[in-house]
């Protein structure tokens, strides 16, 4: 069973970056696709991003297209979210998640983390 852990996320102004990490224990993050979702207070979980288990495709929201990029060291068993330009909306806990299947994985993960609180302030 693969342990997925996020870091990086906390307080940042509007218009600021971060870049999240998920480090997963185990050889099975290597064939496994990638992502990350966010959830805010009173709403419903939602898609961010993903990445295939090769890195040849990604996928991301239409709310953060341009501003937010996936990417993944599979020696490092890590994958990343860089996020730049902020918005208060962009506030909420994110959550890296894993499946063998890309579709799945977008649908209905097998994995998840603990979830990472990211701030963005006007």
């Known amino acids: 069973q693969v342990q997925l852990v996020e870091s990086g996320g906390g307080l940042v102004q509007a218009g600021g970056s971060l870049r999240l990490s998920c480090a997963a224990s185990g050889c099975t993050f290597c064939s496994f696709a990638m992502g990350w979702f966010r959830q805010a207070p009173g709403k419903e979980r939602e898609f961010v991003a993903a990445i295939s288990w090769n890195g040849g495709r990604t996928i991301s929201a239409s709310s953060v297209k341009g501003r937010f990029t996936i990417s993944r060291v599979n020696a490092k068993k890590t994958v990343y979210l860089q996020m730049t330009s902020l918005k208060p909306e962009d506030t909420a806990v994110y959550y890296c998640?894993?499946?063998?299947?890309?579709?799945?994985?977008?649908?209905?993960?097998?994995?998840w983390g603990q979830g990472t609180q990211v701030t963005v302030s006007s």
């Open positions: 998640a894993a499946d063998p299947s890309l579709e799945r994985l977008l649908l209905k993960p097998d994995y």
